[in-house]
T-cell receptor
Framework: DQQVKQNSPSLSVQEGRISILNCDYT??????FLWYKKYPAEGPTFLIS?????DKNEDGRFTVFLNKSAKHLSLHIVPSQPGDSAVYFC??????????FGKGTRLSVIA | DTEVTQTPKHLVMGMTNKKSLKCEQH?????MYWYKQKAKKPPELMFV???????INESVPSRFSPECPNSSLLNLHLHALQPEDSALYLC????????????FGSGTRLTVV
């Protein structure tokens, strides 16, 4: 059973536009969510997180929205830049349990 | 130092070989993890060490043997692997309180021939 789902394997966006990456989860015990970004031949790097007590967290061009009733979160990148092209992983956990990752979405930002 | 260093970056081994993957961090993190990632799949948890003790083993076959010699080092000993074990092996570390997320290494690309 996949607890964290990223149903779009890929996404292409024009430079300067908004990128929206979506993530759904099934485990209602999850209370913390993170987004990681991964370039080829590198390990994932932490991007932004959100606690279940919030519905939005913003860090520069990156904003994560959490809709607990829908068990859905999304990552907004605006404006998108070519350097944002990477695979983005959504992850969640409850308490101090290990993170559970989604399959990832490959974002391509086209100049 | 805010890095997790993994060596080697690439490894090709035969099914009868014994090899080890190494991971090192100097951030004072007391939780360390091994993940396995295959193409177009999410990272899958293998082992968790907390305060140098194995706290989670996700039913990993015994041909993978983790070791945590001290709070900065994590090894993964490999023996009699199968070609389907070929994958990217990622090490990560974190504070035991996970609110700051994990710091991942760049991974070891393992090919079993």
């Amino acid at each position: 059973d996949q607890q964290v789902k990223q149903n779009s394997p890929s996404l292409s966006v024009q430079e300067g536009r908004i990128s929206i990456l979506n993530c759904d989860y099934t485990n209602s015990m999850f209370d913390y969510f993170l987004w990681y970004k991964k370039y080829p031949a590198e390990g994932p790097t932490f991007l932004i997180s959100i606690s279940s007590i919030k519905d939005k967290n913003e860090d520069g061009r990156f904003t994560v929205f959490l809709n607990k009733s829908a068990k859905h979160l999304s990552l907004h990148i605006v404006p998108s830049q070519p350097g944002d092209s990477a695979v983005y992983f959504c992850a969640g956990n409850s308490g101090n349990t290990p993170l559970v990752f989604g399959k990832g979405t490959r974002l391509s930002v086209i100049a | 130092d805010t890095e997790v260093t993994q060596t080697p970056k690439h490894l090709v081994m035969g099914m009868t070989n014994k090899k080890s993957l190494k991971c090192e961090q100097h951030m004072g993190h007391r939780a360390m993890y091994w993940y396995k990632q295959k193409a177009k799949k999410p990272p899958e948890l293998m082992f968790v060490y907390s305060y140098e003790k194995l706290s989670i083993n996700e039913s990993v076959p015994s041909r993978f043997s983790p070791e945590c010699p001290n709070s900065s080092l994590l090894n993964l000993h490999l023996h009699a692997l199968q070609p389907e074990d070929s994958a990217l092996y990622l090490c990560a570390s974190s504070q035991v309180n996970l609110n700051y997320g994990y710091t991942f290494g760049s991974g070891t690309r393992l090919t079993v021939v």
